[in-house]
Structures are given as C-alpha cells and as structure tokens.
Nanobody, 122 residues
C-alpha cells in the first residue's frame, strides 16, 4: 500500500523558515517522481516543486522559486521541502505527492499524503 506521510508543519512567524518532510512507503521510491503542493483556505491546490527520484533534478513554480528548496533522500525514502522567508500568504496545507516518473511537473499525481498545515503569522 502506497503511503505518504507529511510532517513538520506548524506555526511560524513571517520571515521564518520551516522544513517539511514526507515519508514514503509501499512503492519503489527511485522509480517515482515526487512533488509538493499546497492549498490555502478558499483556494485551489497549487503546485510548488517537483523532483526526479532518479536524477534528483528539480523544478519549481514561480511562487516557490528562490524561497523553497525540494530535496530527496532515497536512502530513507523521504522528500523534503525547505521553506525560507515565509510570508502570511504561504499559510496553507502542504501536500506531498508521488507518481511513476517521469512526470510533467504540476500535472496530475497518482498518490497523495493527507497534508501538514503551515500557519505563518504576521
């Protein structure tokens, strides 16, 4: 059974940093590409970043470029999202997603975690 479990969310002040983690299990991690999305209250889900499980090459949405960094650790089947200089508009539930690679970043994903909330106070 494919499982994606996010952690690391919480309350942070504007300007602060946070690292989200996603533990993957139930599938061959190196054959999958991983991504992070978020959904703010009252808004549609938004793509943030994706990374290839094999090449570890990454791509980012414009809103994430420069402040967010996606990395993987294929020895632990984990993917991370490091976030810097957080702003109140970054408040959202953040989701980890996985699909058999190669993927079109920002496209449909096969598997989703249940999300971890991030709340950035001003």
């Amino acid at each position: 059974e494919v499982q994606l479990v996010e952690s690391g969310g919480g309350l942070v002040q504007a300007g602060g940093s946070l690292t989200l983690s996603c533990q993957a299990s139930g599938f061959p991690f190196v054959d999958y590409d991983m991504a992070w999305y978020r959904q703010a209250p009252g808004k549609e889900r938004e793509f943030l970043a994706c990374i290839s499980g094999v090449e570890e090459s990454a791509d980012y949405a414009k809103s994430a470029k420069g402040r967010f960094v996606i990395t993987i650790d294929d020895t632990q089947n984990m993917v991370f999202l490091r976030m810097f200089d957080l702003k109140p508009e970054d408040t959202a539930v953040y989701y980890c997603a996985a699909s058999v690679g190669p993927i079109i970043c920002g496209g449909d994903m096969e598997h989703w975690g249940s999300g971890t909330p991030v709340n950035v106070s001003s």
